[in-house]
């Protein structure tokens, strides 16, 4: 390995396969599989999402997850892979950074999404799907942190990733047998259907009725099971029905779901006719899904609305106080032309009777040095008359 890359990486960035820079500051996400980082191609400044699974962990994911992206190569709304393999004790993944998840975009905006914005989201998901089962791979659950928008000219664009737990229905050419109650739970068990959390064999009707639940999570912000503790989860999603499930939400929803859970196991899913129930609450609501704002776009505008606001708010005040400040400087600087005025006044008073006492002073050794002349002048005729008597005496 060539010293020559280190020697432009910054302190808490870390150098991959002789190409790639992970940026330590930037933690993307974190879980059971691992830790995703932000970083760049070296020297090209492309953003990355770095993935990294330790080795030594119970359940290793990465190779697997690898595989199946190589086999989905090629579909559209999947991240790029630009090298996998390992570094250290860890596994990498290294692909396309996209956008926030939709379980980060929920949080934020804290509160469901609408109706438009979750059509628009669950169509685009749909089409992905759809793509994903012709490659004979089935996504075994859906949920919204692995549901992320795209960033540049792809924010509209709605992309799955992670795909850890997903594996092939299809082998050796034919689909996979049906086993029960023999798989080992694995997935969101709030987003998993049925037959996953009893551990049956999964198929491609799974990952309709797990994109079903999604569509009932965007809506309503949560699922009646979601705030369960894991072992009574399973016994409330049996037992709440599809009309307590779907209540307030049009009846297309609830369909969805149903078609999902009344499906065969090998049985291919109607695209077709799952679209068709989304578009037709479209055009029953009136939205145009190919226009509609998602609702963070909306969020974001009036962020920035806000924050516009806030700071022409601001502005004003900062003029009034400017205003205030000016005002209290112009009262302040009268003040202080009075007090020098004042000081000069006192100052002339000062200096006038510093004169007053200098010329009684100059005045009063006047009159001292008229007294003293006189003094000497008395002394100089008595002592005259003094030398006068001395004579008369003599003779």
Known sequence: MESKPYSILKDYEILIADNYVLDARKKIDSGAFGVVYSGK????????????????????LLKKEVKIYKMLE?????????????QGNYNCLIMDLLGPSLKSIMKKINKPFSLGTTLKISIQILNILEKIHKKGIVLRYIKPGNIVIGKGINKDSIYLIDFGLAKRYIKHGKHISYIKNKKEIKGNLIFISVNALSGNQISRRDDIECLG??????????????????????????NTTLDELCEGL?????????????????????????????????????????????????????????????????????????????????????????????????????????NERQKDKEEESVINSCEEKKLEVYNEEEKAKDNKSDNISNK
């Open 41 to 60: 191609i070296l020297e090209k400044d492309i953003p990355i999402a770095i993935k990294l699974e330790q080795k030594g962990q119970k359940h290793l």
């Open 74 to 86: 090629g579909i559209e709304k999947i991240p790029k892979i630009y090298w996998s393999g390992s």
């Open 213 to 238: 639940y999604n569509l009932i999570n965007f809506m309503k912000g949560k699922l009646p099971w979601s705030e369960s503790n894991k072992n009574y989860i399973r016994g409330i999603k049996i």
């Open 250 to 354: 049009p009846d297309e929803f609830k369909e969805f779901i149903k078609y999902g859970k009344e499906m065969e196991f090998e049985q291919e899913p109607d695209y077709k006719y799952l679209n068709g129930l989304l578009m037709q609450v479209a055009k029953k609501n009136k939205i145009d899904i190919n226009n509609i704002k998602y609702d963070w776009d909306i969020y974001i505008e009036d962020l920035s609305s806000k924050k516009q606001k806030e700071k022409e708010a601001e502005n004003i005040n900062n003029e009034r106080q400017k205003e205030i400040e000016n005002a209290n400087n112009e009262k302040q600087n009268e003040k202080d032309i009075e007090n020098a005025n004042n000081e000069r006044q006192n100052e002339k008073e000062i200096e006038n009777a510093n």
